[in-house]
């Protein structure tokens, strides 16, 4: 049985006009997916129909054209109406295509998701792998299939949970010969100015311990940290480098530096292979010391992607962050001294917040100046302790567009402060921090050491702009 996976067209719509300062990552999920797919002699296609910029219609079409029983789309809260469109025209072009869909959104409301969209046969909740493997091994039927979620005779049915894969060695590298490697790109501008086959991304562990309010990722991957070994992650980037010539990696890992030892196991090995590279990861600032940092810039760290929510710290505990603002203040500094870029993410809104606690956001952004910082709207998405809450609250009105919840035009507010309020909030943050003549100084300082990064850095200037 042939199966086709599919990461659908978003860019679009989720970004519009700031859609070419965006990171275009690899769908590394249904990559790990086809890969298993294939050490199990299954044949399958992939289809990343956002790198190539189709149309809803155009990725429809192409779909139908293939040959595959089983079409598996990967999607997020954010885009479910994309994937409701796209599974809407799929079965008018083929009504005996089985549509799967996994991700986050579809894992924690199955049943909501069937009422969107009856087209969608059925769920994949979590990790998605064996499942998927053991659901094509099965025909499509899911009936004594861990993990998912489908409809029979009028009911909705959710088997039990899968457990987690222990020994993330065990899974193959993902299928990136699928993949329109060339058009894969880093976010603007956290870039080490390289592009198309010089850029790839990857993930060295899942799960997370962290219970930030605001964060699906421990419901999701288990509050279990599961690590990959240092020599499986340095195989895959000798990989990447060999066969891509990939230069520069970004490691999409929810924190990658969170265990010190197994962070400088991996840029021991690095310098140990003679990898040339740049790569750049996220970082919490509670698992930043001196002795680390230099050992990443040795090994290649050009940035660091920091989230530090919000400048008080009773909204930071409420939020579970989980870190204080002096380590925030002493991780920056740590960086910025090894020469380090420094990216900051903050949130406009979270519980507690009001408008002089979100004006001490603003301010702390500027005190700590790093490279980069961006301002999302909170959003409330599902799967959360804050989607819980805001339900209850009605922070959120009845979502009739999953699209709405989106962190840069978001539908929230709290108890303090007006969606409205946000947004201004948010305006003027991009406004005080980007406006800075000293921060202007800065960038034009760095785009003329790099000449490298000068179309990068245009592009996040018009995505600024847009923002204010």
Avoid at 7 to 17: Q, S
Avoid at 114 to 130: A, L, S, T
Avoid at 344 to 361: C, H, N, R, V
Avoid at 405 to 419: A, C, E, H, Q, Y
Wanted: positive net charge.
């Amino acid at each position: 049985m042939k199966v086709l996976l599919v990461n659908p067209p978003y860019t679009e719509f989720v970004y519009k006009n700031r859609k070419n300062a965006a990171a275009l990552d690899a769908p590394l999920s249904i990559a790990y997916i086809a890969a298993v797919l294939e050490k199990n002699k299954i044949k399958v296609d992939v289809l990343d129909a956002n790198a190539y910029n189709l149309s809803v219609n155009q990725t429809a079409e192409r779909i139908a054209k293939n040959k595959a029983k089983i079409v598996g789309i990967t999607s997020s809260t954010t885009i479910m109406p994309v994937t409701y469109r796209l599974a809407k025209k799929i079965k008018r072009e083929r009504k005996d295509i089985i549509i799967v869909v996994g991700g986050p959104h579809v894992t924690f409301m199955p049943a909501q998701t069937f009422k969107d969209c009856p087209e969608i046969d059925v769920i994949v909740r979590g990790e998605g792998e064996i499942t998927m493997l053991e659901l094509v091994k099965n025909n499509g039927d899911p009936e004594r299939i861990s993990g998912v979620s489908y409809k029979k005779g009028g009911e909705i049915i959710s088997n039990p949970d899968r457990k987690h894969i222990e020994n993330l060695d065990s899974i193959p590298f993902p299928a990136r010969h699928l993949l329109p490697m060339h058009l894969y790109r880093s976010g603007s501008p956290i870039s080490a100015g390289e592009g198309g086959l010089n850029y790839a991304s990857v993930i060295t562990t899942r799960g997370c311990p962290n219970k930030c309010t605001y964060c699906s990722s421990s419901h999701f991957w288990g509050t279990k940290l599961r690590f990959r070994s240092p020599e499986n992650v340095v195989d895959e980037i000798e990989h990447l480098v060999k066969k891509y010539g990939v230069k520069e990696i970004f490691f999409k890992d929810d924190t990658f530096t969170f265990s010190q030892t197994r962070t400088e196991k991996i840029c021991d090995l690095i310098i140990k292979r003679d990898l040339k590279i740049k790569w750049a990861c996220y970082a919490r600032v509670n698992t930043i010391t001196a002795r680390l940092i230099k050992k990443m810039k040795d090994a290649g760290c050009f940035a660091l992607d920091f989230g530090i929510e919000s400048g008080n710290q009773k909204v930071l505990d409420r939020a579970k962050k989980n870190i204080t603002l002096k380590q925030a203040e002493s991780a920056l500094k740590i960086a910025k001294l090894a020469g380090i870029m420094t990216y900051a993410s903050f949130m406009i809104g979270l519980p507690g917040d009001t408008m002089e606690t979100a004006k001490q956001t603003i301010d702390f952004a500027i005190k700590l100046n790093p490279d980069v910082a961006q301002f999302f709207i909170t959003t409330p998405f599902p799967g959360t302790e804050l989607y819980e809450e805001a339900i209850k609250k009605e922070w959120i009105a009845e979502i009739e567009n999953w699209g709405e919840l989106d962190i840069s035009k978001g539908v929230f507010r709290n108890d303090k402060l007006t969606n409205k309020q946000i947004h201004v909030l948010v305006s003027n943050a991009y406004k005080r921090f980007y406006l800075r003549p000293f921060f202007i100084f800065q960038s034009l300082k760095r785009v003329l050491k790099n000449p490298k990064l000068i179309k990068r850095y245009f592009a996040g200037a018009l995505a600024v702009l847009d923002l204010m």
